[in-house]
């Protein structure tokens, strides 16, 4: 079945350091692609999304691209802000008959001033 | 445009009790989906509601039951409640077939005591 695999954390960086958050997917079809952020005590916010291979999905300073001769679609961001602390969740939709958006775990992040 | 609502925010609950949980959809949209979120995990599918039916279901017993409005607003039900069922319960929205991507909720808070 579908499964997504991320990076485990917590990741713990210092204001306007370069983010890396890696993950990896496995679907059949053709998935969107999508990276979800959870901030403390809040649902689930979609903060970007990619719906077929190559295309970059871009928000807020985020960034990831659809590789799907990786089967990846690692969040970057050059400069990260306290506020970006949070929890980020990659994810991907299913195509066929219903829609279904797997997750994987979850990182959270941390930056301190 | 109004987004996805749920109520109640928090519930304590008792094993062996019911539970009813209820989510407005997004307006524009026509499918409600429900996951449920363990502490420090990410969502998992429970089933999928579309035009009044369940579209889709996630590894959940029969016990997880749900209904779906003509105005596309949803509940979940719980029977039996178990303390594994201590989650947050997110429901989201989108507009099936033409877009994947799901609008949360903010979520209820079960605890099952």
């Known amino acids: 079945g579908d499964s997504v695999t991320q990076m485990e954390g917590p990741v713990t960086l210092s204001e306007e350091a370069f983010l890396t958050i890696n993950c990896t997917y496995t679907a059949t079809g053709y998935p969107s692609l999508f990276w979800y952020v959870q901030y403390p005590g809040e649902g689930l916010q979609l903060l970007l999304k990619?719906?077929?291979?190559?295309d970059k999905g871009s928000n807020k300073g985020f960034e990831a691209t659809y590789r799907k001769e990786t089967t990846s679609f690692h969040l970057e961001k050059g400069s990260v802000q306290v506020s970006d602390s949070a929890v980020y969740f990659c994810?991907?939709?299913?195509?066929?008959?219903?829609?279904?958006?797997?997750f994987g775990t979850g990182t959270k992040l941390q930056v301190i001033p | 445009e109004t987004g996805v609502t749920q109520s109640p925010t928090h519930l304590i609950k008792t094993r062996g009790q019911q539970v009813t949980l209820r989510c407005s959809s997004q307006s524009g949209h026509n499918t409600v989906s429900w996951y449920q979120q363990a502490l420090g995990q990410g969502p998992q599918f429970i089933f999928q509601y579309y035009r009044e039916e369940e579209n889709g279901r996630g590894n959940f017993p029969p016990r997880f039951s749900g209904l779906q409005f003509p105005n596309y607003s949803s509940e979940l039900n719980v029977n039996a409640l178990e303390l594994d069922d201590s989650a947050l319960y997110l429901c989201?929205?989108?507009?099936?077939?033409?877009?994947?991507?799901?609008?949360f909720g903010p979520g209820t808070r079960l605890t099952v005591t």
């Open positions: 989201a929205s989108s507009f099936y077939p033409e877009i994947r991507e799901q609008y």
């Open positions: 990619a719906t077929k291979a190559d």
């Open positions: 994810a991907l939709g299913a195509s066929g008959g219903y829609q279904k958006v797997t």
